[in-house]
T-cell receptor
Framework: AQSVSQHNHHVILSEAASLELGCNYSYGGTVNLFWYVQYPGQHLQLLLKYFSGDPLVKGIKGFEAEFIKSKFSFNLRKPSVQWSDTAEYFCAVNAGNAGGTSYGKLTFGQGTILTVHP | DADVTQTPRNRITKTGKRIMLECSQTKGHDRMYWYRQDPGLGLRLIYYSFDVKDINKGEISDGYSVSRQAQAKFSLSLESAIPNQTALYFC?????????????FGPGTRLLVL
């Protein structure tokens, strides 16, 4: 079974600081990778996704993520955060190939709460 | 996403009561999912349905049941609610070729079991 680990439970930054949130997964096959954001009181919204191709993926609101296959990682980055980025961020993985119990199902990390001070 | 709606948005119930959470979508997606979110645990899959006649248990299905009444509707039931089922529940749908799909989430139902 696949699993996802987000290293930081709570990250606190000042505006304009750079952000990197870690995400590691365990699954030996082809994977699809996602970052979702949940603003306070709201539902999950897709930030970006990786299926194949260029391992550096750009998403909405200036976020990007890099897939490093050898490290089983998909870290989220933003060069300069804003107060409005305060939210909880979730990394998620699903298996990209048919076969196995994880196909078609999304596994989430525990989430990282980001607090940005003005 | 306004195309995935959940009712009710908030619910308080008592231990032992049966309740149903409903999810509707206008996206035309075949695949639908129910998750629960608990602080520090992320989202965990309760049940999922790849089409109207296909329903599967997720990682935490005990104490829950589902019904896929139509392509657009997927309901989650708690037959006899207990306090540790207090959580935020999300419905999701997905599109795309299997193995290349993206999930879209509803606004969530906040459930409190007393």
């Amino acid at each position: 079974a696949q699993s996802v680990s987000q290293h930081n439970h709570h990250v606190i930054l000042s505006e304009a600081a750079s952000l990197e949130l870690g995400c590691n997964y365990s699954y030996g096959g082809t994977v699809n990778l996602f970052w979702y954001v949940q603003y306070p009181g709201q539902h999950l919204q897709l930030l970006l996704k990786y299926f194949s191709g260029d391992p550096l993926v750009k998403g909405i609101k200036g976020f990007e993520a890099e897939f490093i296959k050898s490290k089983f990682s998909f870290n989220l980055r933003k060069p300069s955060v804003q107060w409005s980025d305060t939210a909880e961020y979730f990394c998620a993985v699903n298996a990209g190939n048919a076969g196995g119990t994880s196909y078609g199902k999304l596994t989430f990390g525990q989430g990282t709460i980001l607090t940005v001070h003005p | 996403d306004a195309d995935v709606t959940q009712t009710p948005r908030n619910r308080i119930t008592k231990t032992g009561k049966r309740i149903m959470l409903e999810c509707s979508q206008t996206k035309g997606h075949d695949r639908m999912y129910w998750y629960r979110q608990d602080p520090g645990l992320g989202l965990r899959l309760i049940y999922y349905s790849f089409d109207v006649k296909d329903i599967n248990k997720g990682e935490i299905s005990d104490g829950y049941s589902v019904s896929r009444q139509a392509q657009a509707k997927f309901s989650l039931s708690l037959e006899s609610a207990i306090p540790n089922q207090t959580a935020l529940y999300f419905c999701a749908t997905s599109s795309g070729r299997m193995g290349k799909e993206t999930q879209y989430f509803g606004p969530g139902t906040r459930l409190l079991v007393l």
